[in-house]
């Protein structure tokens, strides 16, 4: 069964700072991928950025990257020049890539404020 | 972007009433959705999949019963919440994701409040 663990429940950084929120996973499925969202008090869900267990480079999508370090099982989301508006839960969560249309499954989320 | 709706956005309803929940995607067909369940300062539970044209599969400790699932076409999905109690109190999200596509789109969830 796929898991995913994040272990921050909440996290500060100052304006402008860069900021990484953690995240492994555990999967026996060899094919999978690695999502992470956005949600704020609104309560939509924003994807970010998508990474494949084959890809060879980290995703990047503008002010987001990506640290997949494949053999410790993490994917790291790493945000840079933080701003007000980044203040918001963000989930990382995992596909397995098999045949059929199978769910996201999510972490437990870490409540990121941005400092002023 | 691909775009998915869900009505209502918010609901209260007694206890002991249903509620019926739509999810629609606007401008793709999606033969699976997904629905969520997020109760406060917690995250997603995957409910159940459902799939066009046959019955939901829930996940463990879901009552199929309780949160009945119907995906009548390939653009609608509902989730009706019978006798609901105050602890059904919660936000539901449904998800849907286009044929071959990695992205999962989600609406913008429902919040359910049962006096």
């Known amino acids: 069964a796929q898991k995913i663990t994040q272990t921050q429940p909440g996290m500060f950084v100052q304006e402008k700072e860069a900021v990484t929120l953690d995240c492994t996973y555990d999967t026996s499925d060899p094919s999978y991928g690695l999502f992470w969202y956005k949600q704020p008090s609104s309560g939509e869900m924003i994807f970010l950025i998508y990474q494949g267990s084959y890809d060879q480079q980290n995703a990047t999508e503008g002010r987001y990257s990506l640290n997949f370090q494949k053999a410790r099982k993490s994917a790291n989301l790493v945000i840079s020049a933080s701003q007000l508006g980044d203040s918001a839960m963000y989930f990382c969560?995992?596909?397995?890539?098999?045949?059929?249309?199978?769910?996201?499954?999510f972490g437990k989320g870490t409540r990121l404020s941005v400092i002023a | 972007g691909a775009v998915v709706s869900q009505h209502p956005s918010w609901v209260i309803c007694k206890s002991g009433t249903s509620v019926k929940i739509e999810c629609r995607s606007l401008?793709?067909?999606?033969?699976?959705m997904f629905w969520y369940r997020q109760f406060p300062k917690q995250s997603l539970m995957l409910m159940a999949t459902?799939?066009?044209?046959?019955?939901?599969?829930?996940e463990q400790g879901v009552e199929k019963d309780k949160f009945l699932i119907n995906h009548a076409s390939l653009t609608l999905s509902t989730l009706t919440v019978t006798s609901a109690h105050p602890e059904d109190s919660s936000f539901y999200i449904c998800?849907?994701?286009?044929?071959?596509?990695?992205?999962?789109?989600f609406g913008p969830g429902t919040r359910l409040t049962v006096t």
């Open positions: 459902s799939n066009e044209g046959s019955k939901a599969t829930y």
């Open positions: 969560a995992m596909r397995e890539l098999v045949e059929g249309n199978t769910p996201l499954v």
């Open positions: 401008d793709f067909q999606a033969t699976t």
């Open positions: 998800s849907a994701r286009k044929p071959r596509a990695r992205e999962q789109y």
